[in-house]
Nanobody
Framework: QVQLVESGGGLVQPGGSLRLSCAAS????????MGWYRQAPGKQRELVAT???????NYADSVKGRFTISRDNAKNTTYLQMNSLKSEDTAVYYC??????????????WGQGTLVTVDS
């Protein structure tokens, strides 16, 4: 069993910053890429950012220059630093990870989601 636990969401004013964290735990052999999706009310889930095991990153155009994804492989944790937040960034943010568990099965695991609200 592999779990992802997210933290760091909340209410922030436009122009403000938040940092999300996502820690993987359980029967992990290795972790490939990690990343974040988000889903705003009434909209489909969309990719926000990903980071590979070697540190290669990918961002949605809407967040480039404002969001930074990073990871700490020793802690099996990924972070999403969100700056210059806009009202349109309001969404539930979901962490995901592609892992190989200790039974050598490839899994895509999701976190429970954390709400980010950008509002004055």
């Amino acid at each position: 069993q592999v779990q992802l636990v997210e933290s760091g969401g909340g209410l922030v004013q436009p122009g403000g910053s938040l940092r999300l964290s996502c820690a993987a735990s359980g029967s992990i052999f290795t972790i490939y890429d990690m990343g974040w999706y988000r889903q705003a009310p009434g909209k489909q889930r969309e990719l926000v950012a990903t980071i590979g095991s070697g540190g290669k990153t990918n961002y949605a155009d809407s967040v480039k220059g404002r969001f930074t994804i990073s990871r700490d492989n020793a802690k099996n944790t990924t972070y999403l630093q969100m700056n210059s937040l806009k009202s349109e960034d309001t969404a539930v943010y979901y962490c995901y990870s592609r892992v190989v568990n200790t039974s050598y099965r490839n899994l895509k695991v999701w976190g429970q989601g954390t709400l980010v609200t950008v509002d004055s």
